[in-house]
């Protein structure tokens, strides 16, 4: 995905919204993660982050235990999480929506109405070309503690690199 076309509105953020299967696992890990490269860069005021589901529940509910774990042994904290479930109608809304697997992103571009809102859906291992051939972030729900840590590492790579093609042209105004 090209950032070329972004406009520079301080008034108006950039808006990324992460979304996986219930919201308690990977999303949050990725909406934590972008957010703490966003904050520590100085372009919060730029460039704004958040997480949905596909799935509803999850709704209201913490962050997995595991993942509030795995983020905290590495200095993030995602303890106020709550989920919550995609609404298609925040497509208006919002300028990318980065998906954690095929899954949701073939659900995504279902809901979108039309094709300039399929088009923000991007799966977070695409902005990663070391990554991108695995094409999923797992779910680790079903699995264990260092399963969520490997996952965080994944999320972390992926954002690292969407990261650093986004923040030049948000730095430059151009969008």
Not at 46 to 51: D, E
Not at 103 to 122: C, F, G
């Amino acid at each position: 995905m090209s950032f070329e076309a972004l406009s520079p509105d301080e008034s108006t953020p950039f808006r990324i919204i992460f979304v996986c299967t219930g919201n308690i696992c990977r999303s949050p890990m990725a909406e934590v993660v972008l957010r703490d490269l966003v904050t520590r860069s100085g372009l919060g005021r730029l460039i704004t982050t958040s997480s949905a589901g596909t799935g509803d529940w999850h709704v209201g509910e913490q962050a997995d235990i595991r993942t509030i774990k795995a983020l905290a042994k590495k200095g993030y904290d995602g303890s106020h999480h709550r989920a919550r479930q995609f609404d298609p109608a925040w497509f208006a809304d919002l300028d990318l929506v980065v998906v954690l697997d095929r899954s949701q992103e073939r659900i995504l571009r279902n809901w979108a109405t039309n094709e300039h809102d399929r088009n923000k859906v991007r799966l977070l291992l695409s902005f990663d070309a070391s990554q991108a051939t695995l094409h999923d972030v797992p779910d680790p729900y079903y699995s264990d503690d260092a399963m969520f840590d490997a996952v965080l590492g994944m999320i972390e790579g992926a954002n690292l690199a969407l990261f650093k093609q986004l923040a030049p042209a948000i730095r430059q105004g151009v969008r």
